[in-house]
């Protein structure tokens, strides 16, 4: 079980992923897919159940991320890595917002701006 302060991880590389070491999460550093997924579901195990995800190593483990996708009680998030976002976290929000209101509110107006 996490220590009870400890209710958060990140995933990831390590130059991404150590900053949030300092605000007391736990941290695992990855660098492929296998090492990613091990990752991920050791700290399911240790009852950590809001994990973030750099977007490369979400992108190396999408088998994982699958296995959790329709878990309600495990949260994982994908975020920018150090070398910026490639735009896979932003299409998973966009993908979920529509998903639980029938609707692309986020990125509608821009849709239409470039119509014009």
């Known amino acids: 079980m996490a220590d009870k302060g400890m209710t958060?991880?990140?995933?990831?590389?390590?130059?991404?992923?150590?900053?949030?070491?300092?605000?007391?999460m736990k941290v695992v550093a990855t660098q492929n897919g296998e090492e990613t997924t091990?990752?991920?579901?050791?700290?399911?195990?240790?009852?950590i159940r809001v994990i973030f995800i750099t977007e490369k190593a979400a992108l190396e483990a999408p088998e994982a991320l699958e296995r959790y996708k329709t878990q309600?009680?495990?949260?994982?998030?994908?975020?920018?890595?150090?070398q910026g976002s490639v735009g896979f976290a932003m299409g998973r929000v966009k993908a979920n917002?529509?998903?639980?209101?029938?609707?692309?509110?986020?990125?509608?107006?821009?849709?239409?701006?470039?119509?014009?």
């Open 8 to 24: 958060m991880g990140a995933v990831g590389e390590r130059d991404a992923v150590l900053c949030f070491k300092a605000i007391g």
């Open 38 to 47: 091990r990752a991920l579901f050791s700290l399911v195990k240790e009852g």
């Open 72 to 82: 309600s009680d495990v949260a994982i998030i994908p975020i920018p890595g150090s």
């Open 97 to 116: 917002v529509e998903k639980a209101i029938g609707a692309d509110i986020l990125f509608n107006n821009e849709k239409e701006k470039e119509g014009d």
